[in-house]
């Protein structure tokens, strides 16, 4: 799943022709792409998908909603390290057909297929 979260900018700099802050998500800071938010500023809160900040949140919103997603188990997910979210795959119950539509074939038919 992938969610867009809000964080609060904690720090911008110029990387190239880019807007890059720290962006802290109720303790897990991040780099993220600001270049599509040209009003955020430090201490600003704002909504941020895949590294990217898509608009600007009010705290109460935003400490309301991290609340939320905390109170879900979805922060971790979200907002895991590459190498965490591999070991927290590898650990997991693999199938093979994800999203079960396996089961809806008749057995039947699916001998004709394989």
Do not use: W
Request: proline residues 4%; glycine residues 8%; negative net charge.
């Amino acid at each position: 799943m992938c969610l867009a979260i809000p964080g609060k900018v904690e720090e911008i700099t110029i990387e190239g022709d880019l807007r890059v802050g720290r962006v802290n998500f109720g303790g897990v800071v991040k780099r993220v792409c600001l270049d599509y938010v040209a009003d955020v500023e430090v201490g600003d809160y704002t909504i941020v998908h895949v590294g990217f900040a898509l608009s600007k949140i009010d705290e109460a919103e935003a400490v309301k909603t991290l609340a939320l997603f905390a109170e879900m188990g979805m922060l971790e997910e979200e907002l895991a390290t590459e190498e965490e979210a591999f070991a927290r795959a590898a650990v997991a119950p693999q199938s093979s057909c994800p999203d079960g539509s396996c089961a809806e074939v008749p057995a039947d038919h699916r001998r004709q297929l394989g």
